[in-house]
Nanobody, 114 residues
Framework: VQLQASGGGLVQPGGSLRLSCAVT????????ADWYRQAPGKQRELVAR???????EYIDSVKGRFTISTDNAKNAAYLQMNNLKFADTAVYYC?????????WGQGTQVTVSS
């Protein structure tokens, strides 16, 4: 099983990005997914979570701006990020549960800069 994370990039404050995490090699659907981020000099933190029933959780700093979702047909997880702020700059990682095992994506850089 492999995870391919993509969608990061350079964006101005107030801009949007959509991160994708595509799962290949698994006969199972994405059961749940998390997105983490790690800024320079800081610990990795959980940003958003979607459970098997579709319930979602977010850290306070991204509530109302970020949306986590999954697509069973594409076997992927997504993080839609709107109204990005300087503080959102970090490497973003997906963690996906499929077939009762969790897997990590390779990380994608998000830089918010004017």
């Amino acid at each position: 099983v492999q995870l391919q994370a993509s969608g990061g990039g350079l964006v101005q404050p107030g801009g949007s990005l959509r991160l994708s995490c595509a799962v290949t090699g698994s006969p199972f659907r994405v059961a749940a997914a998390d997105w983490y981020r790690q800024a320079p000099g800081k610990q990795r933190e959980l940003v958003a979570r979607i459970a098997g029933g579709g319930n979602t959780e977010y850290i306070d700093s991204v509530k109302g701006r970020f949306t986590i979702s999954t697509d069973n047909a594409k076997n992927a997880a997504y993080l839609q990020m709107n109204n990005l702020k300087f503080a959102d700059t970090a490497v973003y990682y997906c963690n996906v549960i499929t077939g009762k095992t969790d897997y990590w994506g390779q990380g994608t850089q998000v830089t918010v800069s004017s």
